[in-house]
Every structure is written in structure tokens, then in C-alpha cells.
């Protein structure tokens, strides 16, 4: 049986299986041999804070035979906190970093093709959250030595939806003049050039972009059709 499991599980996976239960769901239940966080009728809700690469292998085998929507929590607004030794608070902060819905396509290039699959959707959740850190001397090399220890949902901003590849197509800005480059799409996302590569890989695997040429050694890309 392959699942998170309860007892590893995280406060913000936690908390958002809680936030997004209705009633008459059923909770941590056994489908096809792996664990699924929410059951709702015949549909599947899988909350995934980590990569997507840990979760690839069981998607693409649920959507074989589920409908399966895939919950995926970006912070929009993120607040350290520092904790000494007993958990006294020494500090917090808000980091300067801002997420958006844009950062979905860092770990959408696990599985681009999945988009393609009449039984799979995407759900990005825009969240206020807090970032738990913890000094560990063993791990200096990083960060001083301070280690996240969890993450607390402090608030839900904002949900997109996106059943189809064609639904991502209304992330590209629409003042982008055709044909673009990453280096363009970049600019346009107020992102840096690698998600924005990110970007193009993954909708030009799911087919709503097409490459039309090149302008010096630079890839150009179109909306297909």
C-alpha cells in the first residue's frame, strides 16, 4: 500500500486535506493499492506539498481508471520562523520571496503529458504561509545551519483550475506579441529565464505551443492553431 501515510504527514498537508474535505467524504482510503487523501464520489484529491516526481508514478497509474484532481499548494506569501532549542520562538520574519501561480510549471515538467488526460486536473492553491526553521549544527553548510521543520497553512488567496492543456494558455500574458522567446516570455511573466523554459517545455509537450523558428540561437515558440 503506498500512500503518505498519517503518521509522516505534514501540518500544512494536514490542514489542507482539512480545508478542502466536504461532507460525505471519505478520507485516507485505499484505491488500486495506494493511499488517496480524499475521496469524493468516484473522484480521487491528491494533496502534494513536495515535488511531483515523488508523486508521478501514482497518478499516471489512478488516471487509468479515476477521474483525479492533483492539489498543489504555491505560497504567495511566506513567514520564517525561527525556533531554539525546547521550541522557543527567536524570530520571525516575512520572506522577501512572493510565489505565483507561474511556479506550478517548476514541477509540472514531472509529467507535462498528464495535462492530455481527460482524467486528470490541476488545482493550484495560492496560500499565506509559515515556514518553520530549526538550527541544526550537523547541516551548517545550508542556510547556517537552519533547516526547515515544517510549514503551516496560514490562509488560502487564491484557486486556479486547469482541466485541459488549453486552460494553461491563460498563464502566457496576453500582450506577448507572437512569435516569443523564453527570454521574452521571461520578461512578460516578471519570472526568471528558467521558468520560463520550464514553461515552454511543458505546454509545448501538452501541444498548445508550437516551435516556429529560431532568432539567433534562441528557440521561438507560437500558440498552435
Not at 490542514?15 to 461532507?23: I, S
Request: proline share 6%.
Amino acid at each position: 500500500m503506498i500512500g503518505i501515510g498519517l503518521l509522516n504527514e505534514s501540518p500544512l498537508h494536514a490542514v489542507l486535506k482539512e480545508w478542502y474535505a466536504c461532507p460525505g467524504d471519505r478520507l485516507e482510503v485505499a484505491v488500486d493499492g495506494f493511499v488517496i487523501d480524499i475521496v469524493r464520489g468516484d473522484r480521487l484529491i491528491e494533496i502534494q506539498t513536495g515535488n511531483f516526481s515523488g508523486i508521478k508514478r501514482k497518478l499516471i497509474a489512478l488516471t487509468v481508471n479515476h477521474p483525479v484532481r492533483l492539489v498543489y499548494p504555491i505560497a504567495r506569501e511566506k513567514w520564517i520562523v525561527r525556533l531554539g532549542e525546547g521550541g522557543a520562538v527567536l524570530g520571525r520574519r516575512k520572506s522577501p520571496k512572493h510565489g505565483q501561480v507561474h511556479d506550478l510549471f517548476e514541477e509540472l515538467v514531472s509529467f507535462p503529458r498528464l495535462m492530455q488526460n481527460p482524467n486528470f486536473t490541476l488545482e493550484v492553491v495560492l496560500v499565506r504561509e509559515e515556514e518553520v526553521r530549526r538550527h541544526d549544527p550537523r547541516r551548517a553548510w545550508r542556510r547556517r545551519g537552519w533547516v526547515t521543520q515544517e510549514r503551516r497553512l496560514l490562509a488560502v488567496v487564491e484557486r486556479y483550475v486547469f482541466k485541459m492543456p488549453s486552460d494553461l494558455t491563460a498563464l502566457i500574458p496576453p500582450g506577448l506579441p507572437e512569435p516569443f522567446t523564453t527570454s521574452d516570455l521571461a520578461a512578460a511573466v516578471g519570472r526568471k529565464r528558467r521558468l520560463a523554459q520550464q514553461m515552454a517545455y511543458c505546454l509545448h509537450r501538452m501541444g498548445v505551443l508550437e516551435k516556429v523558428g529560431k532568432r539567433g540561437n534562441a528557440i521561438l515558440y507560437g500558440k498552435r492553431g
